[in-house]
């Protein structure tokens, strides 16, 4: 059974950093689509950062590329996202999710192809 299980989050202000966790199990790591979404009350879920564990290629939500890192280590099949230069509008559930497929559109990040979600994180930011 796939499980995915984030950890992180919190609270901190503007120009702080936050690094999240996805603890990954039930499946073969290498070779997946991994990623980050988010969402906050109102609001549609916003693909953030996507990586294919197989090669490390990566794709960002403009809104967050060049403050947010995401990275990956097979080793522990953890996903990791490193963000940098919070913004109150950072403020969101994070959640990690992971398929066998990644697809990104007009350069938007696709939630619909990935299965498996996690629970959520939760980031808040103050200014």
């Known amino acids: 059974q796939v499980q995915l299980v984030e950890s992180g989050g919190g609270s901190v202000q503007a120009g702080g950093s936050l690094r999240l966790s996805c603890a990954a199990s039930?499946?073969?790591?290498?070779?997946?689509?991994m990623g980050w979404f988010r969402q906050s009350p109102g609001k549609e879920r916003e693909g953030v950062a996507l990586i294919y564990t197989g090669t490390g290629s990566t794709s960002y939500a403009v809104s967050v590329k060049g403050r947010f890192t995401i990275s990956q280590d097979n080793a522990k099949n953890t996903l990791y996202l490193q963000m940098n230069s919070l913004r109150p509008e950072d403020t969101a559930m994070y959640y990690c999710?992971?398929?066998?497929?990644?697809?990104?559109?007009?350069?938007?990040?696709?939630?619909?192809?990935?299965?498996?979600w996690g629970q959520g994180t939760q980031v808040t930011v103050s200014s």
């Open positions: 999710a992971a398929g066998p497929v990644c697809e990104v559109l007009s350069g938007t990040i696709q939630a619909g192809v990935l299965p498996y």
């Open positions: 039930g499946y073969t790591y290498v070779g997946y689509c």
